[in-house]
């Protein structure tokens, strides 16, 4: 009977390392039936391949403009369709700009964050 407190110690550290490999962050489910991700989804989608997305000062009707990088010239820019899950046209950016579109989410980024982009787009399905 004495083996019952660590028989339940055990069991309750083991079920709390299982969840440590995940890679999605908890209370964020990335699947949308109809391609329409929320603002949220997509922040945390970035955030999980390090890219941390901020409100852009400039906001264009029925979109979300996030900027992701240094101020100034930004390495990633993600508008987000709000109202009928279209996007429009990229804001001009710089050469050597990447476009990437998935559902109502598109983003212009820089050359050198093809991967980090690609697996953030990925996340949402």
Do not use: W
């Not at 709390?16 to 489910?29: E, H, I, R």
């Not at 804001?91 to 983003?107: D, F, I, L, Y």
């Amino acid at each position: 009977m004495r083996s019952l407190p660590l028989l339940l110690a055990v069991a309750a550290l083991l079920g709390g390392l299982t969840g440590c490999g995940s890679s999605q962050p908890k209370g964020v489910n990335f699947h949308s039936a109809g391609g329409r991700y929320t603002v949220t989804q997509v922040e945390a989608a970035f955030a999980a391949q390090g890219i941390r997305l901020r409100l852009a000062h400039e906001q264009l009707p029925g979109e979300v403009v996030l900027h992701g990088g240094p101020k100034g010239p930004h390495l990633v820019t993600v508008l987000v369709g709000l109202s009928n899950g279209h996007v429009g046209p990229m804001p001009a950016e710089g050469s050597g700009q990447r476009v990437q579109t998935h559902g109502n989410v598109r983003v212009s980024f820089d050359s050198s964050h093809v991967q980090a982009v690609t697996s953030a787009v990925a996340r949402l399905h």
